[in-house]
């Protein structure tokens, strides 16, 4: 059975700094892509970054704004996301995506429908 999850969500202040990670476990086909995605409450989720497992592509929302860098281990089937000068607007739950070989479309690393396996979530929380 395939799990995904995240780690390193917590409450910190403006300006500070966060590192969250994603491993993915029990997966018999290797991982095309991996992204985060964030929701905040009463707001739709979006796509934060994303990469492709092979390094030829990576995603970032305009809203990044070179704050944050995604990065991915292989070796560990870890992703990890990589946040600096965080404000109040990137309070959300932050989720790890995973699309594998088998059985996902690629419709780009910022489409969620690319992704057939998800974590639960992991809270930021920004605070001035």
């Known amino acids: 059975q395939v799990q995904v999850v995240e780690a390193g969500g917590a409450s910190v202040q403006v300006g500070g700094s966060l590192r969250l990670s994603c491993t993915i476990s029990?997966?018999?086909?290797?991982?095309?892509?991996m992204a985060w995605f964030r929701q905040a409450p009463g707001k739709e989720r979006e796509a934060v970054a994303g990469t492709y497992t092979d390094g030829s592509g990576t995603y970032y929302a305009g809203f990044v704004e070179g704050r944050f860098t995604i990065s991915l281990d292989n070796a560990k089937s870890t992703l990890y996301l990589q946040m600096n000068n965080l404000q109040p607007s990137d309070t959300a739950k932050y989720y790890c995506?995973?699309?594998?070989?088998?059985?996902?479309?690629?419709?780009?690393?910022?489409?969620?429908?690319?992704?057939?396996?998800w974590g639960q979530g992991t809270q930021v929380t920004v605070s001035s």
């Open positions: 029990g997966h018999t086909h290797s991982t095309y892509s």
């Open positions: 995506a995973a699309a594998l070989d088998e059985g996902s479309v690629d419709a780009g690393l910022a489409t969620a429908r690319s992704f057939n396996y």
